[in-house]
């Protein structure tokens, strides 16, 4: 979210989905060992504002698998997270899912300043069932945005 809203939302949440699955034990002996307290099924480092926790794969945004990563690559470090598009279904999800309208919001942002493919959101959001709460979330993102 920070990364495709300039930072105007943070998020102090770091999810990594795993490629494979990995025993709990070893990722918990890898994350106190960097500092990483468990809490719950997230960690936590008592200098540390961020909140990490680890999802078991596929990768997926609601009912559907992701099937494209996007990537930003720093020198030799290369970055995978969720394209534009799927970052904006997977805020929709909380909103259509849990009715969390934060989620709407940061959803919007991400309209604001990505290119986000309308199409293959409202298709996936019909897929979810979900037609009038896409709706919602439509009217919101077209509001002084003229990609959406």
């Not at 990364?3 to 999810?15: A, E, M, P, V």
């Not at 259509?96 to 298709?123: G, I, K, P």
């Not at 979900?130 to 990609?147: C, I, M, Q, S, T």
Request: glycine share 4%.
């Amino acid at each position: 979210m920070s990364i495709y809203t300039k930072n105007r939302y943070r998020s102090f949440d770091l999810d990594f989905v795993l490629r494979s699955p990995v025993p709990r034990k070893k990722i918990k002996g890898t994350m106190e060992g960097l500092g990483f307290l468990p809490d719950g099924r997230h960690f936590r480092h008592p200098a540390n504002p961020y909140i990490v926790d680890f999802l078991l794969p596929p990768l997926s945004v609601g009912e559907e698998p992701v099937r494209e990563v996007s990537e930003i690559r720093s020198g030799e470090m290369t970055l995978r997270l969720l394209s534009p598009t799927d970052c904006v279904k997977d805020r929709l999800a909380a909103y259509y899912h849990w009715n969390d309208r934060s989620s709407l919001e940061q959803a919007v942002l991400v309209c604001r300043d990505q290119d986000v493919d309308m199409r293959e959101v409202r298709r996936w959001s019909l897929n979810e069932d979900k037609r009038p709460e896409f709706e919602v979330f439509k009217a919101l993102a077209a509001k002084g945005n003229d990609r959406a």
